[in-house]
């Protein structure tokens, strides 16, 4: 009834401003495929060599596996039976459908800041894609956690219902820029550390955190872990086409750049990087202690023999094709998890139109003794004006665990 | 029992530069391709690792990446009054496996071929007369420097050669190689930073009145962008070019120049590890409407297409027409038959200099980096008073330092012992090494058949070659020995050794991977197999792009030329071709 209710409403708002187009109705559907640009939907709810939001692979969480559903308008297996309000309410409150709790690997508790406008025209794009039939079986964690009433409690602890609010003492395009962060794009999800329970802690927000086996760095503008050194062009570019002077995006973030920020508009990347040079703070940490000598020229010695052909003697890595490692602040980041990660399993570059080559580092989890990679990060993270703490082979131990697992 | 598939617009044989060469531009026509290539997957991070890529026993001696005779082999002999027998291993040359093809282990020298070499037999008639090649079998390829032109400059621009032009439309220019065509633009990437032994060797030609000039390499001297915006990187002068993939995306192939555009696009798709066993035609063969192919698993499957491209290894494109029954298999009794005509091949001799005094670091270096005297090559220089045609390059380009090959020894050095192991020690670095790579032209009774007696792992019949460097190319190659000594004289060192091509081809030491001809292009299908847009004459369905199509070799590197008209043939299936599918380019 409430449905039908919300329904009768919409459609007397849209009498009361005149009958709608179709060339209204494809502007709509335009601005919408838009929005679930910036929301990266593809990223999470498609198969990789799938049909386009019939489901995505299982997203590994702390507390077990979840599975992205189908969300293309499949009346039996999508969401073809949904109503716009049911759809504006599931961003809004992480309860779909007939009352279903979401989990929030489905990120409600940023997409609740989008505005109403933009949740219906991205609701007018999802009624338009091809209609997939594909059962997903959502829900996989164990028990208890699978019983979905248990979000109950996690929401009224862990989530606040609410739209962005303005900051009228910033520019609309900081402003834009911070929506979008915080909203749709839902930066925080991947980048900013969570509590024991897996909810954003605000307090660090998008400060770096550790997920799927990557650690998402600190992209606040914090001079020695995050985004200090770029300029806002370079983060532009870097959204852009996944490559700028400073790294290439692989990992997760590459499915990111691909799907999402790579078809933002130049405005929309300008502003989300003017919000994000805008946080954290600027002041210098104390650099930690310099290793000892004997560990860096240990550690030289492996990079001479297997880092240097590409990334330089002297760290400065080759332009698009192999990233600078002196001043490269993944190369500074807290946890080395992700470094381990790329020297063990290697990884490939995203694929943009303006930067298509995906190069590659190579796996050398076969070549070198865990000792000889935290010996050679160490060496990294200490030279060339890179200044972080040591890494301990049961650092690169516990990621190599993980890997073969 | 063959199972059916669906319908493709094309179905590529082979993976290599023309066929992702092809897929690339055919795609973008917005056609569906498909590649269909017999060996595996390969790119650069997961199969040419840096961590292990420089593996010499592995990749060079026990030969990684080639095609092994498991797989097809081929039966030789010198001439038509022999027996031919299978090859056992391959050794003079090595057709390669894989996606990516031989241009993932090539060494990068990129030629252009000249207007002469493309105008040879009217060339050559009216300069010398006919009685000068009458017992040669060369043709004209039917194109002109001109024409092939545009098509050079899209292969050099896609592959980021570096190189200095020598003509840019006809004006000279200092340092280039003032025997080439004119050229509309200088190459993409300036001359690699030279190491030692090349520039001695440029120095003593220059003070000749000779003409030396930086070879053209695909082989990065920078970093390079190319128009499809992929991204090669500096060359690290490692010296594991030729044998080897590169690790270090520095070395252009099909993985480094197309590839990471090519797979991203939904209209195109590859099956690897599948082979091609034959093209299936429509009754009366007039046209092809597919190919027969089978999986590792041993399925056979029927691949239905509109036009279908055979993209593979030269001999192997020729294989492959006859295994179909395309056109007319060659017989040298009669002349007749077009398919196997004017196999032909290069003919090289080698020069050491060997000195007291010098380092020339020999591990410093790339698969193209040197310098190349073009004085005696092709048309470059009057045949009038001599007794053969044709030329050679004579190359400088030590290719590499690798420690199990490069073991060059003063000339009475015992083969094995104390006294050897002294012999190498001293003439590692301190041997400098050139060489001419000679024409190779066609002759009446140098052919490509189907053996009579050998089969394949399928049962079909191999094939045969048969071949031996013609008198001519011999007297050629011994002509370029002795200009060779002239410079190993003038270089100085303690001694020199020229080692002399002589008649009789071995197939076992290695010489080189340049074997083309055998479905030839041209303007007469009583001479040619395929037109000179490389549509079969007989099939107008099937284009036959490869060095396959040169109806004789020059004294260069083939690629330069095979990715020219890879891109020629792409052009003319895309402006030309498609608005009336099936019909062929030229009448006969």
């Given at each position: 009834?409430?449905?039908?209710?919300?329904?009768?409403?919409?459609?007397?708002?849209?009498?009361?401003?005149?009958?709608?187009?179709?060339?209204?109705?494809?502007?709509?559907?335009?601005?919408?495929?838009?929005?679930?640009?910036?929301?990266?939907?593809?990223?999470?709810?498609?198969?990789?060599?799938?049909?386009?939001?019939?489901?995505?692979?299982?997203?590994?969480?702390?507390?077990?596996?979840?599975?992205?559903?189908?969300?293309?308008?499949?009346?039996?297996?999508?969401?073809?039976?949904?109503?716009?309000?049911?759809?504006?309410?599931?961003?809004?409150?992480?309860?779909?459908?007939?009352?279903?709790?979401?989990?929030?690997?489905?990120?409600?508790?940023?997409?609740?800041?989008?505005?109403?406008?933009?949740?219906?025209?991205?609701?007018?794009?999802?009624?338009?894609?091809?209609?997939?039939?594909?059962?997903?079986?959502?829900?996989?964690?164990?028990?208890?956690?699978?019983?979905?009433?248990?979000?109950?409690?996690?929401?009224?602890?862990?989530?606040?219902?609410?739209?962005?609010?303005?900051?009228?003492?910033?520019?609309?395009?900081?402003?834009?820029?911070?929506?979008?962060?915080?909203?749709?794009?839902?930066?925080?999800?991947?980048?900013?550390?969570?509590?024991?329970?897996?909810?954003?802690?605000?307090?660090?927000?998008?400060?770096?955190?550790?997920?799927?086996?990557?650690?998402?760095?600190?992209?606040?503008?914090?001079?020695?872990?995050?985004?200090?050194?770029?300029?806002?062009?370079?983060?532009?570019?870097?959204?852009?086409?996944?490559?700028?002077?400073?790294?290439?995006?692989?990992?997760?973030?590459?499915?990111?750049?691909?799907?999402?920020?790579?078809?933002?508009?130049?405005?929309?990347?300008?502003?989300?990087?003017?919000?994000?040079?805008?946080?954290?703070?600027?002041?210098?940490?104390?650099?930690?202690?310099?290793?000892?000598?004997?560990?860096?020229?240990?550690?030289?010695?492996?990079?001479?023999?297997?880092?240097?052909?590409?990334?330089?003697?002297?760290?400065?890595?080759?332009?698009?094709?192999?990233?600078?490692?002196?001043?490269?602040?993944?190369?500074?980041?807290?946890?080395?998890?992700?470094?381990?990660?790329?020297?063990?399993?290697?990884?490939?570059?995203?694929?943009?139109?303006?930067?298509?080559?995906?190069?590659?580092?190579?796996?050398?989890?076969?070549?070198?003794?865990?000792?000889?990679?935290?010996?050679?990060?160490?060496?990294?993270?200490?030279?060339?004006?890179?200044?972080?703490?040591?890494?301990?082979?049961?650092?690169?131990?516990?990621?190599?665990?993980?890997?073969?697992? | 029992?063959?199972?059916?598939?669906?319908?493709?617009?094309?179905?590529?044989?082979?993976?290599?530069?023309?066929?992702?060469?092809?897929?690339?531009?055919?795609?973008?026509?917005?056609?569906?391709?498909?590649?269909?290539?017999?060996?595996?997957?390969?790119?650069?991070?997961?199969?040419?690792?840096?961590?292990?890529?420089?593996?010499?026993?592995?990749?060079?001696?026990?030969?990684?990446?080639?095609?092994?005779?498991?797989?097809?082999?081929?039966?030789?002999?010198?001439?038509?009054?022999?027996?031919?027998?299978?090859?056992?291993?391959?050794?003079?040359?090595?057709?390669?496996?894989?996606?990516?093809?031989?241009?993932?282990?090539?060494?990068?020298?990129?030629?252009?071929?000249?207007?002469?070499?493309?105008?040879?037999?009217?060339?050559?008639?009216?300069?010398?007369?006919?009685?000068?090649?009458?017992?040669?079998?060369?043709?004209?390829?039917?194109?002109?420097?001109?024409?092939?032109?545009?098509?050079?400059?899209?292969?050099?621009?896609?592959?980021?050669?570096?190189?200095?032009?020598?003509?840019?439309?006809?004006?000279?220019?200092?340092?280039?190689?003032?025997?080439?065509?004119?050229?509309?633009?200088?190459?993409?990437?300036?001359?690699?930073?030279?190491?030692?032994?090349?520039?001695?060797?440029?120095?003593?030609?220059?003070?000749m009145?000779l003409?030396?000039?930086?070879?053209?390499?695909?082989?990065?001297?920078?970093?390079?962008?190319?128009?499809?915006?992929?991204?090669?990187?500096?060359?690290?002068?490692?010296?594991?070019?030729?044998?080897?993939?590169?690790?270090?995306?520095?070395?252009?192939?099909?993985?480094?120049?197309?590839?990471?555009?090519?797979?991203?696009?939904?209209?195109?798709?590859?099956?690897?590890?599948?082979?091609?066993?034959?093209?299936?035609?429509?009754?009366?063969?007039?046209?092809?409407?597919?190919?027969?192919?089978?999986?590792?698993?041993?399925?056979?499957?029927?691949?239905?297409?509109?036009?279908?491209?055979?993209?593979?290894?030269?001999?192997?494109?020729?294989?492959?027409?006859?295994?179909?029954?395309?056109?007319?298999?060659?017989?040298?009794?009669?002349?007749?038959?077009?398919?196997?005509?004017?196999?032909?091949?290069?003919?090289?001799?080698?020069t050491?200099?060997?000195?007291?005094?010098?380092?020339?670091?020999?591990?410093?270096?790339?698969?193209?980096?040197?310098?190349?005297i073009?004085d005696y090559?092709?048309?470059?220089f009057?045949?009038?008073?001599?007794?053969?045609?044709?030329g050679a390059?004579i190359?400088?380009?030590?290719?590499?330092?690798?420690?199990?090959?490069?073991?060059?020894?003063?000339?009475?050095?015992?083969?094995?012992?104390?006294?050897?192991?002294?012999?190498?020690?001293?003439?590692?670095?301190?041997?400098?090494?050139?060489?001419s790579?000679?024409?190779?032209?066609?002759?009446?009774?140098?052919?490509?058949?189907?053996?009579?007696?050998?089969?394949?792992?399928?049962?079909?019949?191999?094939?045969?070659?048969?071949?031996?460097?013609?008198?001519?190319?011999?007297?050629?190659?011994?002509y370029l020995c002795d200009r060779m000594e002239e410079i190993a004289?003038?270089?100085?060192?303690?001694?020199?050794?020229?080692?002399?091509?002589?008649?009789?081809?071995?197939?076992?030491?290695?010489?080189?991977?340049?074997?083309?001809?055998?479905?030839?292009?041209?303007?007469?299908?009583?001479?040619?197999?395929?037109?000179?847009?490389?549509?079969?004459?007989?099939?107008?369905?099937?284009?036959?792009?490869?060095?396959?199509?040169?109806?004789?070799?020059?004294?260069?590197?083939?690629?330069?030329?095979?990715?020219?008209?890879?891109?020629?043939?792409?052009?003319?299936?895309?402006?030309?071709?498609?608005?009336?599918?099936?019909?062929?380019?030229?009448?006969?």
């Amino acid at each position: 009834m409430k449905t039908l209710a919300l329904t009768f409403a919409t459609g007397l708002a849209t009498l009361a401003l005149g009958p709608a187009t179709a060339a209204d109705q494809a502007d709509q559907i335009i601005r919408g495929q838009y929005q679930a640009v910036l929301g990266d939907c593809v990223g999470c709810h498609t198969r990789p060599g799938g049909k386009s939001l019939a489901g995505g692979p299982p997203l590994e969480t702390p507390f077990g596996a979840l599975v992205p559903p189908n969300i293309t308008p499949d009346a039996e297996t999508g969401i073809g039976n949904w109503s716009e309000a049911d759809f504006h309410n599931m961003m809004k409150t992480g309860i779909g459908h007939d009352g279903v709790r979401l989990y929030p690997a489905m990120p409600y508790p940023a997409y609740t800041k989008m505005t109403d406008p933009d949740l219906s025209d991205l609701w007018a794009y999802l009624t338009t894609v091809e209609p997939v039939s594909n059962k997903v079986e959502a829900n996989q964690l164990p028990f208890p956690l699978n019983i979905r009433f248990s979000m109950w409690g996690w929401n009224l602890l862990n989530f606040s219902e609410g739209g962005f609010a303005p900051d009228p003492s910033k520019s609309a395009e900081w402003n834009r820029g911070a929506y979008i962060v915080q909203g749709a794009g839902h930066c925080g999800t991947c980048h900013t550390p969570k509590s024991f329970l897996g909810a954003d802690q605000d307090s660090v927000f998008l400060q770096g955190a550790s997920l799927q086996g990557w650690f998402a760095p600190d992209i606040t503008n914090s001079a020695r872990s995050g985004l200090g050194k770029w300029s806002e062009d370079d983060l532009v570019k870097y959204l852009k086409t996944g490559v700028n002077a400073h790294s290439i995006a692989s990992g997760p973030m590459a499915e990111a750049v691909e799907n999402s920020t790579s078809k933002m508009t130049d405005a929309d990347l300008k502003a989300v990087a003017v919000y994000l040079k805008s946080l954290g703070s600027d002041t210098v940490v104390a650099a930690p202690a310099k290793p000892e000598q004997a560990r860096m020229v240990t550690g030289e010695a492996v990079y001479r023999d297997n880092c240097s052909a590409c990334h330089g003697g002297d760290g400065a890595g080759a332009g698009a094709l192999f990233p600078a490692l002196a001043g490269n602040s993944i190369v500074a980041q807290g946890s080395t998890e992700t470094l381990s990660r790329l020297v063990l399993a290697g990884s490939q570059a995203v694929h943009t139109a303006n930067a298509p080559t995906t190069p590659a580092m190579p796996s050398l989890a076969w070549r070198l003794k865990d000792q000889e990679v935290a010996d050679v990060l160490t060496y990294v993270r200490n030279s060339w004006g890179n200044a972080a703490s040591e890494v301990s082979a049961s650092e690169v131990a516990a990621v190599r665990k993980e890997l073969t697992q | 029992m063959t199972r059916i598939l669906p319908r493709k617009d094309v179905v590529i044989v082979g993976l290599g530069w023309t066929g992702a060469i092809l897929a690339n531009e055919l795609t973008d026509q917005g056609l569906d391709v498909l590649a269909i290539e017999r060996g595996p997957w390969r790119d650069t991070a997961t199969d040419f690792n840096i961590g292990y890529m420089q593996d010499e026993l592995r990749y060079s001696v026990r030969r990684d990446l080639f095609l092994q005779p498991v797989v097809e082999t081929m039966t030789m002999r010198n001439d038509p009054s022999q027996t031919a027998l299978p090859m056992r291993d391959f050794g003079s040359f090595l057709p390669g496996n894989g996606v990516g093809g031989a241009g993932v282990h090539w060494n990068g020298h990129t030629w252009r071929f000249w207007d002469s070499d493309f105008k040879i037999k009217s060339n050559l008639t009216n300069r010398y007369g006919a009685a000068r090649i009458a017992d040669l079998q060369v043709e004209d390829w039917g194109v002109t420097g001109a024409e092939m032109e545009p098509y050079y400059d899209q292969f050099e621009y896609l592959a980021g050669i570096s190189g200095k032009a020598g003509n840019i439309k006809g004006q000279l220019q200092q340092g280039g190689n003032p025997f080439e065509d004119p050229r509309s633009r200088d190459y993409p990437n300036p001359p690699m930073d030279m190491t030692y032994a090349p520039t001695l060797f440029a120095e003593t030609g220059r003070s000749m009145g000779l003409h030396p000039f930086p070879t053209p390499s695909a082989n990065m001297s920078r970093a390079y962008t190319n128009p499809l915006g992929v991204t090669l990187g500096q060359c690290t002068f490692c010296g594991f070019c030729e044998r080897f993939g590169c690790a270090n995306y520095s070395k252009s192939s099909a993985q480094t120049t197309v590839l990471p555009v090519l797979m991203k696009k939904a209209n195109f798709e590859v099956r690897t590890d599948s082979e091609v066993l034959h093209v299936d035609l429509h009754t009366g063969g007039k046209s092809a409407r597919g190919v027969t192919y089978i999986d590792s698993s041993g399925e056979e499957f029927f691949q239905p297409a509109d036009l279908v491209l055979l993209c593979a290894y030269g001999l192997h494109n020729v294989r492959l027409m006859m295994l179909s029954g395309i056109g007319r298999i060659y017989d040298p009794g009669s002349g007749e038959g077009t398919v196997g005509r004017n196999y032909c091949y290069q003919t090289n001799a080698g020069t050491q200099v060997f000195f007291d005094d010098k380092n020339f670091n020999p591990f410093i270096a790339a698969g193209a980096l040197g310098q190349t005297i073009d004085d005696y090559n092709g048309d470059a220089f009057d045949h009038g008073p001599l007794d053969f045609v044709g030329g050679a390059g004579i190359n400088c380009i030590p290719t590499n330092g690798r420690p199990i090959g490069t073991r060059p020894t003063v000339p009475g050095t015992p083969k094995w012992g104390s006294a050897w192991k002294k012999a190498t020690v001293q003439g590692y670095k301190s041997t400098l090494s050139f060489s001419s790579q000679g024409s190779s032209y066609a002759t009446r009774t140098n052919y490509l058949d189907l053996d009579p007696t050998y089969k394949d792992r399928f049962g079909r019949p191999l094939m045969r070659m048969t071949f031996d460097f013609p008198d001519n190319d011999i007297r050629m190659s011994n002509y370029l020995c002795d200009r060779m000594e002239e410079i190993a004289k003038k270089l100085g060192g303690k001694q020199y050794a020229v080692g002399r091509r002589k008649k009789g081809w071995d197939s076992v030491p290695y010489q080189s991977t340049h074997n083309t001809g055998g479905a030839i292009m041209g303007i007469d299908p009583k001479r040619s197999a395929v037109n000179t847009y490389l549509q079969s004459w007989d099939v107008p369905n099937l284009f036959v792009i490869g060095a396959s199509a040169f109806p004789q070799n020059a004294g260069k590197n083939p690629t330069g030329t095979v990715g020219a008209l890879a891109f020629r043939a792409a052009d003319a299936i895309r402006n030309h071709y498609l608005r009336n599918p099936g019909a062929p380019l030229v009448q006969a």
